[in-house]
């Protein structure tokens, strides 16, 4: 199991950047697809980027262009960088994680089991 810690949200204007970090600990971090999903309120989950151990990476079509997902090994942590940030994106962001062998499609990030406690993104126009 891995535990994740996410950081580096907060409120902005639109058109704006974040950047989100999730800190991993209590396993190997390389072992794991990662990857960030969002969940606004009263809404459902969105996986909206994730990245594999081979370092493959998929986005949802919402926001790419905008949005990088990065992950450092060494350090053990996944980032979002996030630019361009528009109304929509207002939403808690949450990293997960899951040992897997490849990720094809971003949804599958809703469903991975190692998850933190979210970060609040908010986005005014």
């Known amino acids: 199991q891995v535990q994740l810690v996410e950081s580096g949200g907060g409120s902005v204007q639109s058109g704006g950047s974040l950047r989100l970090s999730c800190v991993a600990s209590?396993?190997?971090?390389?072992?794991?697809?990662v990857g960030w999903f969002r969940q606004p309120a009263g809404q459902e989950r969105e996986g909206i980027a994730g990245?594999?151990?081979?370092?493959?990476?998929v986005y949802a079509e919402s926001v790419k262009g905008r949005f990088s997902i990065s992950r450092d090994n060494a350090k053990n942590t996944l980032y979002l960088e996030m630019n361009n940030l528009k109304p929509e994106d207002t939403a808690m962001y949450y990293c997960?994680?899951?040992?897997?062998?490849?990720?094809?499609?971003?949804?599958?990030?809703?469903?991975?089991?190692?998850r933190g406690r979210g970060t609040q993104v908010t986005v005014s126009s």
């Open positions: 209590g396993d190997n971090f390389g072992r794991y697809c």
């Open positions: 997960a994680a899951h040992q897997c062998e490849s990720l094809v499609v971003p949804s599958a990030v809703v469903w991975y089991t190692n």
């Open positions: 990245v594999d151990k081979d370092g493959d990476i």
